[in-house]
């Protein structure tokens, strides 16, 4: 790790690999074993001492993690990354590492629901509290800043809305007033995106997502700054939220194709977004790439794409909502994303259902929003099966 890429973001993705065994195998093999063996007393002596960089724990580390790892630090520009059990183990273990009880958050408002619940309802048992600013009003950020705030937090672009928010500008916020800046990368995978060039301490990514792309696995990740990953791992290596290794193994393969899935899971819902724009029975339809996202200049400046969640809006509200979900026939009802197979959900009822009315519309999450994951099927007949559910 640290060392700088030699190689293009697709060539790093593929050719990232541990080094071979004495089989001398092409594709890395599974390392599933929870412990590893010492030579004699003094090398265990001396790896428990972390005198030498080594497995001994797989709940510590594993080389399929470590590979899984190493890629993303590539990808994301980062020095030192530990691997979750999931998305929410990584937002989690990475504010527990790092915040003492009466330290004090500043989020976006438009944040993933369960990071939202994490914040409104557990941290306040430890003495944490949270501030929530409005994406569109940066200018609110500093006035929020106490001598208790530690972190700020954001996700770009946001769940289930595809806002946009301004990176740099939130990094040069956190800089001045000496917070860390942690963002949730998920939406973009690092592709898309690498929110370190724009001031960010920390990037996590829900692996669940874009990174397997199959939807096959739970996983997640921290990458950022090596002290600080240096704490979320003394916490990590106790606690116990460790990546397992076939996870691993799993995701370390996927990113091999990051590049190419994320290109056509970008072109189709960019496809699909500008066929829901001259649609009749389509309120309103967001998409970061369309020319009339209200944050388009700063969504091409950010994000090589728009990315694979298209927003929209049936007309006439839930009723009509309602209606749609039911008559959809080949995309999935689910509550993932970022998979190869579309998936619509419905944000109100299923993943922003634990939010407040007010709440979820301070988001911008009306009663009949619709959310696409746009997947890799042929995109005529993704557009097919929304044109018929829409009639
Ligand atoms: C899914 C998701 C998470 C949580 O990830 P899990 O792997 O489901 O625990 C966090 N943030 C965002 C933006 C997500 O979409």
Not at 210 to 227: F, K, P, S, W, Y
Request: net charge negative; proline share 3%; glycine share 6%.
């Amino acid at each position: 790790m640290k060392e700088k890429n030699k190689f293009e973001f697709e060539t790093e993705a593929i050719r990232t690999q541990l080094e071979r065994t004495q089989f001398l195998e092409h594709s890395t093999p599974m390392y599933l074993t929870s412990s590893f063996v010492f030579d004699d007393a003094e090398d265990m002596r001396a790896s428990f001492a972390e005198e030498k960089e080594r497995n001994i724990y797989s709940r510590y580390s594993n080389p399929n993690s470590s590979e899984f790892i190493e890629k993303v630090c590539k990808m994301e520009g980062a020095e030192a990354g530990f691997a979750f059990a999931s998305g929410m183990a990584a937002v989690f273990s990475t504010f527990a590492a790092l915040l003492e009880s009466g330290d004090h958050i500043i989020s976006a408002k438009s944040i993933f629901g369960s990071t939202h619940t994490l914040f409104t309802q557990f941290f306040p048992k430890w003495n944490i509290d949270t501030s929530y600013f409005d994406i569109n009003a940066l200018e609110e950020v500093e006035s929020l800043i106490t001598n208790k705030t530690k972190v700020i937090y954001a996700e770009s672009p946001t769940n289930p809305g595809v806002d946009i928010l301004d990176l740099e500008a939130l990094g040069k916020i956190a800089k001045k007033n000496g917070l860390i800046l942690i963002v949730d990368n998920c939406f973009a995978s690092p592709y898309l995106q690498q929110p370190i060039k724009f001031g960010a301490d920390l990037v996590i990514h829900s692996g669940t997502k874009l990174m397997d792309g199959q939807g096959r696995v739970l996983a997640g990740i921290t990458v950022g700054n090596a002290e600080l990953i240096d704490k979320i791992y003394r916490f990590a290596r106790i606690t116990g939220p460790a990546l397992s290794p076939f996870n691993a193994w799993v995701l370390s393969k996927s990113l091999e194709t990051l590049g190419i899935r994320v290109d056509r899971h970008c072109s189709n819902a960019l496809r699909l977004a500008k066929f829901l724009e001259n649609h009749s029975k389509v309120a309103w339809v967001k998409y970061p790439f369309l020319k009339s996202h209200p944050k388009y200049e700063l969504a091409k400046k950010q994000m090589k794409a728009g990315g694979c969640v298209v927003a929209f809006e049936v007309k006439d509200g839930l009723e009509e909502g309602k209606k749609f979900f039911d008559a959809i026939k080949l995309l999935s009802l689910s509550a993932n994303l970022g998979d190869s197979r579309s998936i619509v959900t419905h944000p109100a009822s299923t993943t922003h259902s634990k939010l407040t009315k007010d709440e979820r519309e301070s988001v911008g999450i009306s009663d009949g929003m619709v959310r696409v994951s746009v997947g890799l099927e042929h995109i005529e007949d993704i557009i097919a099966d929304i044109a018929q559910a829409l009639e």
